[in-house]
């Protein structure tokens, strides 16, 4: 975890983080008070929890008992957070996502309609995620025309791609440019905050 305090660098009200605490835990570990009372002793403004929901749950309600009054932070791992924890300790937490259910986009809301048909439960964004890696490997064997490996590699390298999770392409590097998207928790509920683009 990386707890922060936040700088103003110019007078253009561009903020830039100073980190006040860093703490870590080895897999398995279940009590995190040690590391969240040095995180509290530096009173920070945000606390980054880049963790899976399990562990998001056990360090989010351990945060607030020993006084950690900072704004919590995550990534995708926290998706299902809210079925394993009181929610209140997550009020006013935003974590970065691949994509809303709240989405206006037709395609996002009939795929949650199928998901949710077909398996009984809303789709999380790591169904998303599959989902869309799925049709992105149809697309590229069908630009390849081929199913080689070599030339699906290929193809992959110049693929565009809008799917539920937004539009793809890849670097040089083949690392996927996309944008994310921002929610808030609140009330035991997610909330769409917005669209980053890089």
Known sequence: ALAGRNNI???DDIFAMEIVAKEGYNKGDVDFKAQLTNIASANPDVLFIPVYYEDVALIAVQASEVGVKAKLLGGDGWDGVLKKIDVSCLDGALYCSHYSSQSSDERVQTFIKNYTEKFGEAPNTFAALG???AYMMTKAIENAGSTDSA??????KNLEYDGITGHMVFDENRNPIKSAV????????ESFVENYEK
């Open 151 to 156: 030339a699906i590699v290929e193809a992959m």
């Open 182 to 189: 921002i929610l808030e928790i609140n009330g035991g509920a």
């Open 131 to 133: 989902y869309d890696a």
């Open 9 to 11: 660098v110019n007078n």
